[in-house]
C-alpha cells in the first residue's frame, strides 16, 4: 500500500473537481437556492 503517488490521482482529483465545478455551474443557472450555499462565482 506504500506506493508513491502516481499521475492518475491527479487525474483522478482533477476529473473529481471538474466534475463539482461543473455540476455547481449547471446548477447555479438553474432557478433555486445556490449549491453548498455560496454565491455564484458570476
Known amino acids: 500500500m ?3 503517488v502516481g499521475p492518475w490521482r491527479i487525474v483522478l482529483l482533477v ?6 465545478i461543473g455540476g455547481g455551474l449547471h446548477l ?8 453548498l450555499g455560496d454565491p455564484p462565482a458570476g
Not at 476529473?15 to 463539482?20: D, F, K, Q, R, S
Not at 447555479?28 to 449549491?35: K, L, Q
Open 2 to 4: 506504500a506506493q508513491p
Open 15 to 20: 476529473g473529481v473537481i471538474g466534475a463539482l
Open 28 to 35: 447555479s443557472r438553474t432557478p433555486g437556492p445556490p449549491p
